[in-house]
């Protein structure tokens, strides 16, 4: 079945930065559009970026665009999500997903198949 892991959350100071992982497997991973969304406490699911099946299409929400990077490597069946200039607002649970239908990233939740677990990062103000 579809597997997707995320690690490399934590708790980072306001201005640093960390780079997560989402381990992918059970799927033709090189195929399909990825994507980072993100949940903060009381707040709804966001979008955060996503990356076409290929690499070369990116997409940022407004709101981590030149602090964050979106990158996947199909050799290693994972994306990776850097995030640099890290602000307290950034506090959130940071999940990946898979989109099966579409080579180029949605910011859309709804349209995502399947999803990992969750990783949790923390930036106290």
């Known amino acids: 079945q579809v597997q997707l892991v995320e690690s490399g959350g934590g708790l980072v100071q306001a201005g640093g930065s960390l780079r997560l992982s989402c381990a992918a497997s059970g799927l033709t991973f090189y195929n399909y559009a990825m994507g980072w969304f993100r949940q903060g406490p009381g707040k709804e699911r966001e979008f955060v970026a996503g990356i076409s099946w290929r690499g070369g299409t990116t997409r940022y929400a407004d709101s981590v665009k030149g602090r964050f990077t979106i990158s996947r490597d199909n050799a290693k069946n994972t994306v990776y999500l850097q995030m640099d200039s890290l602000k307290p607002e950034d506090t959130a649970v940071y999940y990946c997903?898979?989109?099966?239908?579409?080579?180029?990233?949605?910011?859309?939740?709804?349209?995502?198949?399947?999803w990992g677990q969750g990783t949790q990062v923390t930036v106290p103000s």
């Open positions: 997903a898979a989109d099966l239908t579409a080579l180029t990233p949605s910011s859309t939740a709804s349209v995502y198949d399947y």
